[in-house]
């Protein structure tokens, strides 16, 4: 809800508060305000101007030399606009004034002839295109009325004002209209709040002499009542009717359609005014549509309808879709003489449902489906049949045509001091309360016993039960004054579970390594999973947003790699993201029962992952990087168990390129190079991943942490080269290694591959690094000697392996 302040200020007294302040005490008593937005984006010395005269320039087809008299003096302004012609009152920003983004107006020659100034379009003045009149929208402004040239305009642009963005939750539907907002600023302010008196003389004729009203579907529709105003003229709006539109967001059309959306943003109750001599009969019946019946909306749209559906029909056809869209048939033109106004109630589900499968939300609908307030409803409507009067010169016929079951009892609410004390933890007196209950006007009685029986006024229609009413003494007693206190429960320490704190660790590493986190949709399709997940049954959406989230992802790769090349086509080329998230399996073809859900943590990287410009370094991402990574992972996780990275092919990365992740030979993941064909349909360089399934993970046990001391001893070290068979992996011989090294052998890595020259065919060439070391005292070289010949005997047992000459 956009609110005007200057509007605002019509309806209770706020001269003595700034919009900042007014804002402030609205998002401290709960209703939150985004912003406050300045509708003047820097505009200085403009003022208002008459076109004199106006003629062709001499030396251009679409340029005009026009004479404007802006008050003291007469002054020569060249204009573009195809839309500028004599005796009009314009905006002119005189030489030395400023326009939005710090354009100052200076004296300037256009082919030859001077130009003191400029005449203004309202998106020259900061207004958005899409709220200026379609007729201006392509030109100038144009004042609808006479005024005085040489007066400040700023005033009658409304160039002055505030809005302030209310962030509104589901239960405030008061708050979508100026006067709920006026109530709720009167009850912090303690302010009385002045209401609109709508005054019009009636016409002599009757206007049930023109329309009769029936209701064939009387729960959706309990109240509809019908004005006639007859003899209108469809003009511009003035300008504080537009412009109070506009600073709502609203663009204004012409007076009559004007009016019934001023009327819905100061009541908050939806109208609609139909051309009467268009409406095709004299009878107005509300019902349901029929299954398949069509109707083409204002937006000359044919929409089929359903059963479910309201709809206000001439007795044979439909002219409206109740609460949502008026229809295009029976629409405010140019030349409509008279007017068939519409003020009606409908039921909130029934609107909700037709706007939400026929894509149609409206300002209108969003009102009634939170809900208007049933005592404002011809309320509405006799303000606008006035304001149709003042605005249109027509004549409002005497008596309205209605239909009338609606409602409009107020909600009874008992409370008691007790209750609201101990609900709030204070010590609020009956007296506070009863201040409280007299700035909302609430009509309320008190008993002897501290009970108070509040009669909750229709325009709240969130206030149903005793908590609702405690809501409203605590926001206007203020929050800020509710003292401190520990919830009256047992004391227990609060802390995080195991697999959160493992969570936060491993966000930590993976931080620190260098990756960003990614959140992304857990929604996905078939189609995006399909080069790296199994055929298997999807846990399907019944009623998805869009087809791109129809079901549950069963990985996090996907995405990742969309962000990936999303990055990718906006010139960021090194990029390393990780998600940590959940994926959801199913054994069902028709999901019955809740799926299994899986957390999985998943990185994907392209580009360099490290440069150095000044040295010239630079490091692109590899298979070793993401392996590393992900031996890293292990180790901050403190896994318990031997973990391997046996070659194999998992589906959609690199055959050659790939691995297996397991852990005491339980496959928990997949690391390696995204297959070229899958990185060529989504247009990614080489691109590297990995998934790891951290429910498996997380259920294995941790390694015990022991320190061992600072070795107090030299260590000796031992580099073997060994050739061995092309198919035996540098795994297996450190396995062996370690098998055969015993207690004196600490640490064994392999520093060196070759094959080539001076090897036989089939064979190559590994070379380790050996590190024995005796905590207890000085090796000899006979101990280790000894040790390292079991290493190579049990080497060539096993694996054939021998030294290299």
Not at 705 to 712: C, G, L, Q, T
């Amino acid at each position: 809800m956009l609110v005007s302040y200057e509007w605002l200020k019509e309806y209770v007294k706020i001269d003595d508060l700034t919009a900042e302040e007014v804002a402030e005490k609205l998002t401290r008593s709960g209703v939150e305000v985004d912003i406050v937005e300045p509708l003047n984006k820097g505009v200085s010395k403009i003022v208002v101007g008459k076109v004199v005269a106006c003629e062709k320039h001499p030396e251009a087809d679409k340029l005009n030399v026009c004479q404007v008299d802006v008050g003291e003096e007469e002054v020569q302004i060249v204009c573009g606009a195809a839309n500028v012609a004599k005796d009009q009152f314009v905006v002119v920003a005189k030489v030395g004034a400023r326009l939005p983004g710090g354009m100052k107006i200076k004296r300037a020659k256009l082919r030859g002839q001077v130009s003191e100034g400029m005449i203004c379009s309202m998106q020259e003045l900061g207004y958005e295109g899409k709220l200026v009149a379609k007729e201006l929208a392509e030109g100038i402004f144009v004042f609808p009325t006479d005024m005085t040239p040489g007066e400040d305009a700023i005033p009658h642009l409304n160039l002055n004002d505030y809005v302030l963005e209310l962030d509104l939750t589901a239960n405030r539907a008061d708050c979508l209209s100026m006067i709920g907002v006026a109530y709720e600023v009167g009850a912090i302010l303690g302010r009385e709040v002045k209401l609109p008196d709508p005054e019009w003389t009636e016409g002599e004729e009757r206007a049930s002499d023109y329309v009769s009203v029936n209701v064939d579907a009387t729960g959706d529709n309990p109240y509809y009542g019908a004005f006639m105003i007859r003899d209108v003229t469809i003009a511009p709006s003035p300008m504080w009717l537009q412009t109070k539109l506009m600073a709502a967001g609203i663009r204004p059309i012409n007076n009559v359609v004007d009016v019934t959306n001023y009327v819905l943003l100061e009541y908050g109750q939806p109208l609609h005014a139909f051309d009467y001599d268009r409406f095709g009969s004299k009878e107005i019946l509300v019902r349901r549509a029929t299954e398949g019946e069509k109707i083409v909306t204002l937006d000359d749209t044919e929409r089929t309808l359903s059963t479910d559906y309201l709809l206000i029909t001439n007795g044979r056809d439909p002219v409206a879709l109740a609460g949502v869209m008026g229809g295009a048939d029976s629409e405010v033109q140019g030349d409509t003489k008279n007017i068939l106004l519409e003020a009606a109630y409908f039921n909130g589900s029934t609107v909700r449902k037709a706007s939400r499968e026929l894509g149609l939300r409206s300002d209108a609908s969003a009102r009634f489906e939170k809900g208007v307030d049933p005592n404002r409803v011809k309320e509405a409507g006799e303000r606008a049949a006035a304001l149709i009067a003042d605005l249109a010169g027509g004549t409002v016929l005497s008596g309205i045509v209605e239909y009338d079951s609606l409602d409009r009892q107020q909600k009874v609410v008992t409370i008691t001091l007790e209750k609201i004390n101990n609900l709030l933890g204070t010590t609020i007196t009956s007296k506070d309360v009863r201040e409280v209950f007299n700035k909302l006007k609430f009509v309320f009685e008190e008993s002897e016993e501290g009970e108070f029986t509040v009669h909750a006024p229709t325009r709240r229609q969130d206030l149903k039960i005793e908590v609702d009413i405690i809501e409203e003494v605590a926001r206007l007693y203020g929050y800020d004054n509710i003292p401190t206190t520990l919830p009256n429960t047992p004391n227990t320490p609060g802390g995080l579970t195991e697999v959160q704190w493992k969570k936060r660790k491993l966000r930590r590493f993976l931080e620190n390594a260098g990756l960003h986190e990614a959140i992304t949709y857990s929604l996905t399709t078939v189609e995006k999973e399909v080069h790296f997940a199994e055929e298997r049954h999807r846990v399907k959406v019944a009623q998805p947003m869009s087809e791109e989230r129809s079901t549950l992802r069963t990985t996090l790769l996907p995405h990742l790699l969309e962000a990936l090349s999303h990055n990718k086509n906006r010139n960021i080329n090194d990029v390393h993201l990780y998600e940590i998230g959940t994926a959801f399996y199913t054994e069902e073809e028709t999901v019955t029962k809740q799926p299994d859900e899986k957390t999985l943590v998943s990185g994907a990287f392209m580009g360099l992952w490290h440069e150095h410009s000044w040295q010239g370094e630079k490091k692109a991402v590899d298979f070793f990087v993401v392996k590393g990574i992900v031996e890293g992972i292990f180790e901050e996780l403190n896994v318990k168990g031997e973990v391997k990275f046996v070659q194999g092919e998992p589906k959609g990365l690199h055959p050659g390129r790939a691995a297996m992740v397991t852990v005491e030979g339980v496959e928990v993941g997949v690391v390696g190079q995204l297959h070229p064909a899958v990185a060529k349909v989504l247009s990614l360089p080489e691109t590297f991943v990995f998934e790891l399934n951290l429910h498996k993970i997380f259920a294995r046990e941790s390694r015990d942490v022991r320190y061992d001391p600072i070795p107090r001893y030299p260590a000796m070290d031992r580099d073997i080269a060994l050739v061995v068979d092309e198919g035996v992996q540098a795994e297996d011989v450190k396995q062996v290694i370690v098998e055969f090294g015993g207690d004196l052998l600490k640490h064994v890595a392999l520093f060196d591959l070759y094959q080539g020259e001076h090897l036989n065919e089939g064979k190559k060439s590994l070379a380790f690094s050996l590190r024995y070391l005796d905590t207890e005292k000085t090796l000899t070289e006979e101990e280790v000697s000894k040790v390292h010949g079991k290493v190579l005997v049990g080497l060539e047992e096993k694996l054939g392996a021998t030294l290299r000459s």
